[in-house]
């Protein structure tokens, strides 16, 4: 699963420096993250590094791109060129 941002973002930039994969953008007006590099810091974190810092809760699992903790293992993987 992809994590996505909700129209409650307040644009604090809080979640951006958090994220091991640097899938968070700045969007207009809420932030965005994009789906094809968010692993929900599987490889990296035991849990969505960019939820834990979110002061306002804007922060989801996206349900139109679902994927498992081994797809998400998998993107890690082939995003930081691992065998």
Do not use: Q, R
């Not at 129209?7 to 930039?13: F, M, S, V």
């Not at 994220?19 to 789906?35: F, H, K, Q, S, T």
């Amino acid at each position: 699963m992809s994590l996505f941002i909700s129209d409650e973002c307040i644009a604090c930039d809080a979640c951006i420096d958090e994220c091991p994969n640097e899938a968070i953008d700045e969007g207009d007006p809420v932030y965005v993250i994009d789906p094809d590099i968010c692993t929900e810091c599987v490889g990296s974190y035991d849990e969505p590094a960019c939820i834990a810092v979110c002061p306002v809760d804007a922060i989801d699992v996206d349900p139109d791109n679902i994927e498992t903790a081994v797809e998400l293992s998998a993107k890690f993987k082939n995003l930081k060129n691992l065998d």
